[in-house]
């Protein structure tokens, strides 16, 4: 009798005759890593954008493989006129990265989209994200998760740090406005928040553009630039709004990566690491999530 209980009790996933169920805890245990390596994908694939003196500019999010390296995409009013930044990735390692202005010129105009291109490196912990390939439908509500690196209050060589702010994905826009922003979500984004990603659980499905309650309220304008109406206006004030996948993806596919001159210079450009015992903490942070994805 102990026997078949025992081999009832190990093939219990194989059987559903043998009546025996799951321990609550290890259901428990398999959520809870599942969890937290869903939010380390989505911050392995989010970084952080500095100027060359370390100066927050904002967020971005790596989207995918390029010739000798990645695009990483942000928004353009985060990089400005800027011809380089510096790429922080989770590892807080410090690399220096050349903004593409080289898609097409109505791309530029009508998108609110700055493409970079950061050369690989052996020391890199960060991932491409997983780029959903099919837009969610907003009418079902789905639970969405905005990322990125809130502009700290206080200056600080450690600041600023990762933040996930969760929200409903909403069918408010029927029709894209300027800029591209084809997104309308709930989650509480920030300044500095601008260019990190919104994802559907580990699937990217846009970035951020501009957080709710605007601090300049103004007209919001339709692609064609005419301003929509009051009532929609005022919607769009409350919420935080964003860029699809879709559109990103085809800025990339006009995109083209820098030149081997281009690349060597970039390769010249020093950026100022964050402190190297946080670089060592993450580290140890990042073998410790893996490890626990198998400890079931």
Known sequence: MTVSRWICASLFALSASCGV?????????????????????????????????????????????????????????????????????????????????????????????????MPTTKEMTAQTAVVVENAPEANDLPLVVATGFPTPLRTSIEKPVYSERPGLLIPLLKTPLQDGIDLAYTADIQKGMSGGGLFLGIELIGINIAHSEPLWPGRWRDASGEEVNEQLNQKLDLVSLGISAQVISQAIKGAKTPTDAEIRRLKETECKNILSATKQANKLRIQTVDMQAYDL
């Open 21 to 117: 169920a799951a321990p609550q805890h290890a259901t428990k245990n398999y959520h809870q890593v599942t969890k937290v390596t869903d939010a380390f994908r989505r911050e392995s694939a989010t970084v952080l954008l500095r100027n060359a003196n370390g100066q927050h500019l904002g967020s971005g999010v790596i989207v995918a493989a390029a010739t000798r390296g990645f695009w990483v995409v942000s928004n353009r009013h985060v990089v400005g006129i800027k011809k380089l930044v510096c790429v922080v990735s989770i590892d807080r390692s410090s690399i220096p990265g050349m903004v593409i202005t080289k898609h097409p010129m109505s791309q530029q105009k009508e998108l609110d989209v700055a493409l970079i291109w």
